[in-house]
């Protein structure tokens, strides 16, 4: 098998073909969840937080960057919590839940055999099933 083939075989496979495709749209719900934490949560968030340049503040000879570290810390909560409402929140308001279908069989009382709904007998013991009542509309 020649090389080419092989990685032919390997790239059309199903596994990688999917997770191509969940790069590239994670990549796209990235740009989503940083534009609305950058322009709609941040701007409220500025309200709350002490003015000035505190995102530079260091500690210590060391230059330790305390700032930074509580910003990174604070911008990953932020992201969090948005990408927690958008998955989790609307996403289940998409996916709502329809009624499962009605059944199309049911079983006889004598036998516990399954048969048809509108079977008027029992194929495995041929006694007499009760109608069914009629289903509202």
Known sequence: MSVLSEFKQFALK??????A???VIGNAFTSIVNA???DLVMPVVGLVLPGGDWRNVTV???QLRLGHLLGALL???I?????FIVVV?????WSRKEAPPPPSTRVCPECRETVPLEARRCRACTSVLEPLAPTPA
Request: proline letters at 4%; aromatic letters at 4%; a negative charge.
């Open 36 to 38: 609305v934490v950058a």
């Open 14 to 19: 199903g596994n990688v073909v999917d997770l």
């Open 60 to 62: 210590t000879p060391l």
């Open 79 to 83: 992201i969090a919590l948005v990408l």
């Open 75 to 77: 911008d990953f909560i």
């Open 89 to 93: 929140k609307v996403g289940s308001l």
């Open 21 to 23: 495709v969940a790069v």
